[in-house]
Every structure is written in structure tokens, then in C-alpha cells.
């Protein structure tokens, strides 16, 4: 079973790679800087010297000594030399070489003495010099045998004296500071990492209690998450899990309810077809049998219903929102829902009307448009007296459906209740056998479409259902058939 990485260690891991860039951006930044200041430092050395050394050369020159000159300027250089031996070998040593392995003939400094004319008055000039190049401040870098030389020119009373030098003491003063950052930063990064894991541990325990709480909670216990020593950032967690919990209550309580009521609302039935069945074993003539046979069948109807119609609930609430399979004409669909209901209608000598001259296509999932509809006519008509109508009317771009019937109507207490699952009212219980599930159904359907189911009483008596479709969800059918014209080529 593969197990992702925990977050502690996810974010230890993450602020390691943090540390390290940020070492090796730091590292790189300062040694730019040593770089920099290096090189400024070293230049005004090399400059110092020089003008030094040109002092001395011209007041040997004047007394015509160029010997002295010669000597000072090879003295100078040899120091110059030696010093710079060091720090160029210094990075041989730290792996222990002998001191005959090193390199001691190498030249790593030149120093001249030219005259206005540029000739070469004592000194040796640097290979590749190239007095022409343009000045900066009286410094030239010359690239020469594979290395950086950096030249300082000073001039005087038609006297010019160069000192040149290998960067190595700069690359020296890089290298090393560099390896000393490196190890310092080597050194800490373990320290701070155990540091930042403690830290870690510790940030994390109220996820560990909180773990601890709900893996010791049993199965039916969905009472909310406590807030207490919670840190903030998991706040919104927590309250979308109570959140969650609480819906899953609210759910849990309505399927126990409509287990209970489905139970207690197929009980009766059950009871007659039991007690029918002994009637039919103790029957002493066909007419008790054909009797007996009715109420059989009656409560055979009657549990029939009862179970399509939970069935239909059981659909309806398995679905998150009604897939949209396109869009249906209203008038043929009432038509085919009125047809389905006739038979109902002609046998209690009703008269079913749908009145609207607007010929509308509504958008959704037909087989639940016409499960609605049909649960809201077959209502009308079940309850009704002489008719029912059908209308539509449209404001403000929003269309309404409603069913009107003239029957007894709801007590007004009671409409609240009237599409809750198994409510009936008390007019409806004494006057027609029903489940209280027709209307349920109908605001499911309309939920699962965007609709909305509402009903109120009529004032010349009986009841009016009203379905609310948005705009969005209904067309008027020449406003379809203009639109297919407007996208027709001439």
C-alpha cells in the first residue's frame, strides 16, 4: 500500500531545499563581493607600489644610476615574487605536497620603466602588454599564459613605471573565504535542520491530537470536531469536516425517518392482505371469496404505488444535479402526462385543461419532467373535484407552471409541511388513500433542475401547485425557430 510522505517531513524537506538555496545564493552573492572588495584593495597596493618605485627610480635616474634603478625594481620584484608564490601553492598544500613539487621558477610579477617614447628603459615588460589599451583609474587587466595580470601604470616627468602581478593572491583570498563559508554553512545546516525538525514536531502535535480524537470516536458519533487548541490554519478543516458531519446527520436522521415511515406506511397494507388471506381460508360462499379478492387487490394496488413511488425516491436522491438530455415541448409533454391520467379523470367525470398559448420547450431530463408533472396532475386530479387546469404565465423573464385543482385545499398550518416525505393532510387522510410521497418527489425533481415547487391555497377553493423555472431552462419555441434562421447561410 503505498503511503504518501507525512508533513512533517514534507515540509522539513522543503525548507532543507530552502536552506540550500539560499546557502549557495548567499555563498555565491558574498564571494562576489570578497571579489570585488579584493580586487579594489589589491589595486591601490599595486598602485602604491608604484608610485613608489617611480619615485625612487626618477631620483636614481636623475644621478644617472641605472643599476640602483635596475636593482631596486628586481628587488621589488622578487619580494613581489615570493609573496605571491605563497598564496598561488597555497591551495597545493592543504593536500600535502612537498615543498620540491612546487612550481618556484614561475614569474608572477613584472615590474618597468619606460620613458615618454615608450621604451623599455630597465625591467622586463610583461608578454602581451599592450601600452595602447585604454586606462581605468591607471589599471589594465592583461590576460596572459592562461592567467589574469593586473597592471598598474603611473607616469611622471616623462617616466611611465608598470607594476604588474598575477591575481593570485585575489583568487586565493576568493577560494579560501569561500571554503570557510562552506564549512560554517555545512556546520549549521545539520544544527538548524534538527532544530527545524523539533520545531516541527512540536507545531504539529495539535494534528496529533486531533487525529487521536477522531480515530477514537465510534461510528455514530457525528457530533462536531472541538475547536479547542486548534491551530488556525486548519480552522477552515475543521469546520468544513463539521460541516460535512452535520450534513451527514441531517442525512443519516432522514433515511432512519423515511425507514420508519416506509415501514409503518406498508405496514397497513401488509395487515390487510394478512387478515384477507384468512378471511379468503374461512370464506364460506364465492361472494365472500370475490370480496375478499377486491380488498386484495386494493392493497396489492396500494403497495405497488407505495413501493414505485419509494423507488422513484431512492433515484432522486442518489443524484447530485438532472443531466440536461434536451429540451421538451411543454404542450406535448402535458399532453402525453393528461393522456397517462384520463382514465383517472373520466371515471370521477373530471375535466383536465391545459390553458397557455405560448408554446414553450423546457430544458432537462425528460423522463423527470414528466415524473414530475405526472406526480403533480395525478394529485390534482386524485383530490379534485370537477376540473383541473394547467397554466402558464411569465414575469420578469421567469416562467411559471401551475396546476390548479378544486378540492378541499390545505389548512394553512399545514402548508409548510405539505412536500415533506409522507406528509398528509388531514382533509387529504380522510378523503383519498395516498403515500405522501407525490410532492416529495416533485421538489426533488425541481432541486435536481434549479426549479422551485411551492403551493398555497385558492381563494374559490381547492389548492394551486407552482413550478418556477429560470430563465435559463425555457424557450419560447419561435424564439428557437428564429434563432435556427438566423444561423442559416442565405
Same mark, same amino acid.
Request: hydrophobic letters at 45%; proline letters at 3%; aromatic letters at 4%.
Given at each position: 500500500m503505498h503511503h504518501s510522505l507525512s508533513l512533517a517531513r514534507r515540509l522539513l524537506l522543503i525548507l532543507a531545499a530552502a536552506m540550500l538555496v539560499a546557502l549557495v545564493v548567499t555563498v555565491y552573492s558574498l564571494l562576489e563581493y570578497v571579489?570585488?572588495?579584493?580586487?579594489?584593495?589589491?589595486?591601490?597596493?599595486?598602485?602604491?607600489?608604484?608610485?613608489?618605485?617611480?619615485?625612487?627610480?626618477?631620483?636614481?635616474?636623475?644621478?644617472?644610476?641605472?643599476?640602483?634603478? +635596475?636593482?631596486?625594481?628586481?628587488?621589488?620584484?622578487? %619580494?613581489?615574487?615570493? +609573496?605571491l608564490e605563497k598564496f598561488a601553492n597555497a591551495d597545493r598544500l592543504m593536500f600535502g605536497e612537498d615543498d620540491h613539487d612546487r612550481k618556484t621558477d614561475e614569474v608572477r610579477s613584472y615590474i618597468w620603466l619606460t620613458s615618454g617614447d615608450e621604451q623599455v628603459v630597465v625591467g622586463e615588460v610583461l608578454p602581451g602588454y599592450d601600452a595602447h589599451h585604454p586606462l581605468s583609474q591607471g589599471l589594465r587587466t592583461v590576460h596572459h599564459d592562461g592567467a589574469e595580470w593586473r597592471v598598474a601604470e603611473v607616469h611622471e616627468d616623462g617616466f611611465h613605471l608598470h607594476?604588474?602581478?598575477?591575481?593570485?593572491?585575489?583568487?586565493?583570498?576568493?577560494?579560501?573565504?569561500? +571554503?570557510?563559508?562552506?564549512?560554517?554553512?555545512?556546520?549549521?545546516?545539520?544544527?538548524?535542520?534538527?532544530?527545524? +525538525? %523539533?520545531g516541527i514536531r512540536r507545531g504539529l502535535?495539535?494534528? #496529533?491530537?486531533?487525529?487521536?480524537?477522531?480515530?477514537?470516536?465510534?461510528?455514530?458519533?457525528?457530533?462536531?470536531?472541538?475547536l479547542e487548541q486548534v491551530p488556525g490554519e486548519i480552522v477552515p478543516l475543521i469546520k468544513s469536516i463539521n460541516e460535512l458531519l452535520d450534513r451527514l446527520r441531517v442525512t443519516l436522521e432522514g433515511e432512519r425517518s423515511f425507514t420508519a415511515d416506509a415501514a409503518h406506511e406498508l405496514r397497513s397494507p401488509l395487515a390487510v392482505v394478512r387478515n384477507v388471506a384468512r378471511i379468503m381460508s374461512r370464506a364460506g360462499n364465492l361472494a365472500e371469496v370475490h370480496q375478499a379478492s377486491d380488498l386484495l387487490d386494493?392493497?396489492?394496488?396500494?403497495?405497488?404505488? %407505495?413501493? #414505485?413511488?419509494?423507488?422513484?425516491?431512492?433515484?432522486?436522491?442518489?443524484?447530485?444535479?438532472?443531466?440536461?438530455?434536451?429540451s421538451v415541448s411543454l404542450r406535448e409533454l402535458m399532453r402525453?402526462?393528461?393522456?397517462? %391520467?384520463?382514465p383517472l379523470a373520466s371515471e370521477k367525470g373530471m375535466r383536465v385543461a391545459y390553458l397557455s398559448e405560448d408554446e414553450i420547450t423546457v430544458v432537462g431530463d425528460n423522463e423527470l419532467l414528466r415524473l414530475m408533472f405526472r406526480n403533480l396532475i395525478g394529485n390534482a386530479v386524485k383530490y379534485g373535484r370537477e376540473e383541473v387546469e394547467i397554466r402558464t404565465r411569465i414575469r420578469e423573464g421567469v416562467l411559471f407552471v401551475e396546476i390548479l385543482d378544486d378540492g378541499p385545499g390545505v389548512a394553512e398550518a399545514e402548508l409548510p409541511h405539505l412536500f415533506a416525505r409522507f406528509f398528509r393532510s388531514q382533509l387529504a387522510k380522510q378523503k383519498v388513500e395516498g403515500s405522501g410521497l407525490g410532492l416529495s418527489i416533485v421538489r426533488r425533481v425541481a432541486e435536481l433542475h434549479g426549479f422551485d415547487a411551492s403551493a398555497a391555497n385558492r381563494a374559490a377553493g381547492g389548492l394551486v401547485v407552482s413550478v418556477k423555472i429560470p430563465r435559463q431552462s425555457w424557450q419560447h419555441i419561435h424564439d428557437e425557430d428564429e434563432s435556427a434562421r438566423a444561423a442559416m447561410p442565405d
Open positions: 571579489d570585488k572588495e579584493a580586487e579594489e584593495v589589491l589595486d591601490a597596493r599595486l598602485t602604491l607600489t608604484a608610485e613608489n618605485l617611480l619615485r625612487q627610480a626618477r631620483r636614481y635616474v636623475r644621478e644617472g644610476n641605472l643599476n640602483e634603478v +635596475w636593482l631596486t625594481l628586481e628587488t621589488v620584484r622578487g %619580494l613581489e615574487n615570493a +609573496w607594476v604588474a602581478q598575477r591575481d593570485d593572491l585575489r583568487a586565493y583570498l576568493v577560494r579560501e573565504i569561500g +571554503w570557510k563559508l562552506m564549512e560554517k554553512q555545512l556546520i549549521a545546516i545539520p544544527v538548524i535542520i534538527f532544530v527545524l +525538525w %523539533l502535535k495539535p494534528l #496529533s491530537r486531533l487525529s487521536d480524537q477522531v480515530a477514537s470516536r465510534k461510528p455514530d458519533n457525528l457530533q462536531p470536531v472541538r386494493k392493497s396489492a394496488v396500494r403497495m405497488a404505488d %407505495l413501493l #414505485s413511488q419509494l423507488l422513484h425516491l431512492s433515484r432522486l436522491d442518489s443524484l447530485v444535479h438532472a443531466e440536461a438530455s434536451g402525453e402526462v393528461v393522456g397517462e %391520467l384520463l
